[in-house]
C-alpha cells in the first residue's frame, strides 16, 4: 500500500484542498492518505473557525483516510516550526511513503535545489546573507537577494530560481523539503502546481476560492456566497456546527479575555513567550493598556518588524499557555511527542494497524489515556493541547459546549 | 462645621439613600455630609452597575458633599472588612463628628449593647459560642443563640435584643458600632430606621424599592419601571451612561473572562485569595472546568457553607488580583491607607481644606502623583485599585471607554 501524506488546516475545507487531493492522489499513485492537520488554533495565530473534530469529519468525507493533529505548539508557529513539526510526524509513524504540497512553481527539482542550499547553506551564501541583513531589511527579502547572487556565483543561468521565494506556497513548500532532509527522510516530495493564485485573496473568486475569503464572508454571515467554493459535506457540518452554537469561533471571541489576560501579565511572564524579545513584552503590555479592541490592539503592536501573524501567534500562546520552554524541551526531545489521530475511515484503520507497528513514536487514539504519563514531554504536551481547548470552547454560543476537559472525552472521528 | 459621616455603595442611588441622608441630617443636626463609597466593585462581589465617577455625581446633586472612595480590597470584603475599612477612613480623616447608618430597628442604645458585647467578648458568651460552632451550625446562627444565652444568664429580660441580630441592615450596624469601639472612635454614631423592609426584595415596591429589585429592571432594559424609585438626577446620569456604551454592568460581562481566568490559574494560586481554603481552591476549578456559563459556576461551587457572595467576592479578587497577603498587610498597617477623593460640592471644598490639615492619612485628589510613591502599600492599594478598574472597563460595550489605566488618568468630580 502507498501512503501519501500531506500537511493542511482545511479553516474550512473547500474546493482547492480537494482539487489538491485529487491531483495529489493522480501524481503519487498512492493507496491512501494521512493528513497531518492544525488543531483549534491555525498557524497564522487565530482560532480555528469550526473545530477540529467536525473539520475532520469533512476531510475524511472528502479523500482523506487518516488524521493526525499537528499539536498546537507546532501548528502555532513561525512557517519552519510548523512544517518540521508536521513532517516529523509522518516521518516518524513509519508508513508514509510521499509526501505533497501545493506551490506556485509547481517544479519540485528548483525547490529541491534551493532548499538543498538554504539546509547546508554554503559559506559564500552565509556570509552574503548576513551582509544583506546588517543593511536592516527583513529576513524574506535578504535571503532571496542572497540566494540570487550565490546562484549567479555559482554560474547558474536559470534567474527563476530566487524568484521562488516570492510566494507563500513556495515558501511554505521549502520549508517541507527542509525539514524533509534535515530528518533525513526517505518520504519522496511531490508538489502540485496551484491552479489559482487566490491564495490570502480577501474576494471570492468563485468555485475555487481562497480560505481568507470564504471565512470572511462566513464571519459576515454570508456562509450563502461561499457555498459555491465548498463540498457539499463542508456545507453541511459547518451549517450543523453553527445552528448547534459552535462557531464561527475569531479571534474576535477572545478580544476581552486577551485584553484582560494582558493586563494582568507582567512583561516578565510575557517575555517568556516565544518570539517575544527584545523588549516586544514592553510595547505589547503598553498597547494592552491602551487599547479598548482587539483591532486597536493589533495596529497598537504590529509594524513591518512585528508583523500580525507573529503577533496573533504570541497572543495564542498566552491562551494557550505555552512558553518559549516548551519549544525548546519539545525540539531538544525531536519535536512533536506522539502521532495523537483525530479521526480515520476503513483505510485510515489500515493505516493505523500499520502505524501501530511501525510508528517510532507513541500513537494515541485516546488522550484520556495519558492523562497520567510518566513521560513528562508527552504530558505537557497533551496539557498545552488541553488548555487551549479549555479557552477555545469558550468562543462558543451554546453554554452547553463550552465545558473544560473535552480534550479527553471527545471521542475519535470513525467513518464507515 | 458638625460633619456627619455615611457608608454606601449607591448601586445606583435611589430614593431610600435619599431619604437616609435626609433623615439622618435631621437626626444629626449636621452641617455637611462625607460618604466612603465603595468603588468600582461592590460588597456582595459585583461589578457597580455603573462606575464609581457617575454615581459620584448622582450622590453630589443629592444631599452629599465629599466623596471617599473606599478601597476596593476592603469593598468587596466581609461585612466585618467593609464596615472596619469605611469607618477606619471617616475617623482617620479628623473632621467627622457623627456617623449614621441605617437599621431595621432603629434603636441605638440596643445595638450599642450588643456591640460592645461583640467586641469585649465576656468569657461566658465565648464558651457558649464555640459550643454552639461545635454543633456545625452557621457562625451567624451560632452567634445569635450564643447572645441569648449570655443575656439571659445576665438576667437581661429584653428578649428582642439578640433578634436584633436577624436582619441585614442590624448586622452591619453592628459592625459599624464594632468598627468605632476598636479604633477608639470619637464618632457619635446615630441609626435611621428603615422605613421598608425591602432590601434584598427583587420586586419593585413603589417610589421606595429595593436596589437589587432596581438592578434586575435595568439589567431587563425596563429601567423606564423602576424611574419612580431613583431621583431624577440618576435617571439621567444613567441613560447618558448606558447610551455611551458604559454600563450597565453585571457579573454577566465577565462570564468569559472569569472562565478563562478559573481554567487557566493553578490551585496553589486560587488558594493565595482571601477566603479561599479548605480546599475550596480545588472545588472551584473543578466547577471551573464543568461549568459552560457564570450561573453553572456559581451552582457548582455554591453550598450552605460557601455562599454565593462569598464566592463572588473571590471571583472579583482574582479579576482585581488581590490577594490574603495583600488584606494581611493593609490590616498590618492600620487598615486603608489612604483617604482619595472621588469628587465633592462647594461645602466638600471646605471639608477637603479641613481634612488636608486634621487627617492622619494622606489624602489623594489626584491618584497619578501617587504612582511613583515610596509608601509600599499605599502603592498595592492603588495598584490592585488600578486592576480592578483594568477589567471592569471591559465589560463596557464602547470600546473608547475600554482603555486601560483610567484611574490614573479621570479628574474627581467637582459640583458647582
Known sequence: MKVLGIVAEYNPFHNGHMYHIEESKKLTGCDAVVCVMSGNFIQRGEPAIINKFARTEIALGNGVDLIIELPVPFAVSSAEFFSYGAVSILNNIGIVDCISFGSESGD???????????????????????????????????????????????????????????????????????????????????????????????????????????????????????????????????????????????????????????????????????????????????????SGSFDDLLANICTKRYPKTRIQRILISLLAGMKRFDMEQFMACGGPQYARILGFNEIGRQLLSLMKKKSSIPVITKASHYKTSDDSPILRMLEIEARATDTYVLAYKNPAFKKAGQEFTQNIIICR
Open 108 to 290: 519540485i527539482i528548483s525547490l529541491q535545489k534551493i532548499a538543498e542550499i538554504l539546509v547546508s547553506e554554503p559559506q559564500s551564501y552565509k556570509a552574503e546573507l548576513k551582509k544583506q541583513l546588517s543593511a536592516g531589511l527583513s529576513f524574506p527579502v535578504c535571503r532571496q537577494r542572497a540566494l540570487d547572487k550565490y546562484l549567479k556565483i555559482q554560474n547558474d543561468s536559470n534567474e527563476s530560481l530566487s524568484s521562488l521565494l516570492e510566494t507563500s506556497n513556495n515558501i511554505l513548500a521549502l520549508e517541507y523539503l527542509k525539514a524533509l532532509s534535515r530528518l533525513n527522510s526517505p518520504i519522496q516530495p511531490y508538489t502540485v502546481k496551484r491552479i489559482s493564485n487566490c491564495y490570502n485573496t480577501p474576494q471570492l473568486t468563485g468555485s475555487i476560492s481562497s480560505a481568507t475569503a470564504i471565512r470572511n464572508s462566513i464571519y459576515k454571515s454570508e456562509i450563502d456566497v461561499s457555498r459555491q467554493a465548498l463540498p457539499t459535506l463542508a456545507q453541511q457540518i459547518m451549517d450543523r456546527e453553527f445552528s448547534l452554537g459552535r462557531g464561527p469561533n475569531s479571534l474576535y471571541s477572545f478580544e476581552d479575555i486577551i485584553l484582560a489576560f494582558l493586563r494582568h501579565a507582567t512583561p516578565q511572564e510575557l517575555e517568556k513567550i516565544q518570539d517575544v524579545s527584545e523588549g516586544l513584552e514592553y510595547r505589547i503590555k503598553n498597547a494592552a493598556d491602551n
